[in-house]
């Protein structure tokens, strides 16, 4: 089992930054991708960014809405996933939640939730303008 604890959520205004950031415990040494996901109000779960924990660099995919603005990143033991969000738009408001899976080809439909089996508890970005 994985637990995923999510962090560094808050209020700002647009144009600002935070940093989110998930702490990994548990069976992370199963865990072949990570990813945030965001549900604003009325709308589906949608992928934001995803990395995964082979290679040494790792590969990134994101969201053609946050690129450019979001950046994904992790520490070297894995454990922790970061999520860099600058130039925040009133459309970045939502509850953002950490995700992983045990999965090969994780990165295939990437952006399906169904595809992920652990989930934190979210933490909530309200951007205001």
């Known amino acids: 089992q994985v637990q995923l604890v999510e962090s560094g959520g808050g209020s700002v205004q647009a144009g600002g930054s935070l940093t989110l950031s998930c702490a990994a415990s548990?069976?992370?040494?199963?865990?072949?991708?990570m990813a945030w996901f965001r549900q604003a109000p009325g709308k589906e779960r949608e992928g934001v960014a995803i990395i995964t924990n082979t290679g040494s660099s790792g590969s990134v995919l994101y969201a053609d809405s946050v690129l450019g603005r979001f950046t994904i990143s992790q520490d070297n033991a894995k454990n922790t996933l970061y999520l860099q969000m600058n130039s925040l738009k009133a459309g970045d408001t939502a509850m953002y939640y950490c995700a992983a899976t045990w999965r090969y080809g994780c990165f295939s439909g990437w952006q399906r939730a169904a595809g992920f089996d652990y989930w934190g508890q979210g933490t909530q970005v309200t951007v205001s303008s």
């Open positions: 548990g069976s992370t040494y199963s865990i072949t991708c």
